[in-house]
T-cell receptor, first 112, second 115 residues
Framework: RKEVEQDPGPFNVPEGATVAFNCTYS??????FFWYRQDCRKEPKLLMS???SGNEDGRFTAQLNRASQYISLLIRDSKLSDSATYLC?????????????FGGGTRVLVKP | EPEVTQTPSHQVTQMGQEVILRCVPISNHLYFYWYRQILGQKVEFLVSFYNNEISEKSEIFDDQFSVERPDGSNFTLKIRSTKLEDSAMYFC?????????????FGPGTRLLVL
């Protein structure tokens, strides 16, 4: 089983619509969770951390469900500029490593 | 805003040649990382480096790979004898101290093509 699993998409979203997608992780010891955004041929950039209580950053809402081992991302009022690949990222804490474990990404295409 | 820089942006090399990829992490950061992304695949962890030593490495990071922090600013990844399957985008990342959730900042990457 993959450590971090995502629906690759693409999710074709009309501009202004809402889109949501999940990510599942296999290691129950995972402690930190993030959504990164990656544009084509660019580096991953942190979109938001995901907290146990859920958190919101403008049009973006992230949720964590530890019992079912998944996190979600919801994008409201989609903009054309939201078109990107969204990477689910997990850290299983180690003393100094804190390596990021990435999912394969969910591709979102926002269309006019 | 401080950023991680990487050079070169592109590198083409012949199989069996040595390559050195260079990174300048954010200046007050103490934890450094290399990741790679083969075209069309996910980002994969290679190695983490702290206090002048490797703190963790993946099974990808075999004897052909090495990392070094030769001075106070650069962080390098060396591939001793490149293989075709080493062709990928290589990302350097760094983070500061403090909260374990502190963000890892990625450089723009070096695209390596092994012929």
């Amino acid at each position: 089983r993959k450590e971090v699993e995502q629906d690759p998409g693409p999710f074709n979203v009309p501009e202004g619509a809402t889109v949501a997608f999940n990510c599942t992780y296999s290691n129950s010891a995972s402690q930190s969770f993030f959504w990164y955004r990656q544009d084509c041929r660019k580096e991953p950039k942190l979109l938001m951390s995901v907290y146990s209580s859920g958190n919101e950053d403008g049009r973006f809402t992230a949720q964590l469900n530890r019992a079912s081992q998944y996190i979600s991302l919801l994008i409201r009022d989609s903009k054309l500029s939201d078109s990107a690949t969204y990477l689910c990222v997990v850290i299983v804490i180690k003393a100094a490593g804190n390596k990021l474990t990435f999912g394969g990404g969910t591709r979102v295409l926002v269309k006019p | 805003e401080p950023e991680v820089t990487q050079t070169p942006s592109h590198q083409v090399t012949q199989m069996g040649q040595e390559v050195i990829l260079r990174c300048v992490p954010i200046s007050n950061h103490l934890y450094f990382y290399w990741y790679r992304q083969i075209l069309g695949q996910k980002v994969e962890f290679l190695v983490s480096f702290y206090n002048n030593e490797i703190s963790e490495k993946s099974e990808i990071f075999d004897d052909q790979f090495s990392v070094e922090r030769p001075d106070g600013s650069n962080f390098t990844l060396k591939i001793r004898s490149t293989k075709l399957e080493d062709s990928a985008m290589y990302f350097c990342a760094s983070r500061g101290t403090g909260s374990i959730q502190e963000t890892q900042y990625f450089g723009p990457g070096t695209r390596l093509l092994v012929l």
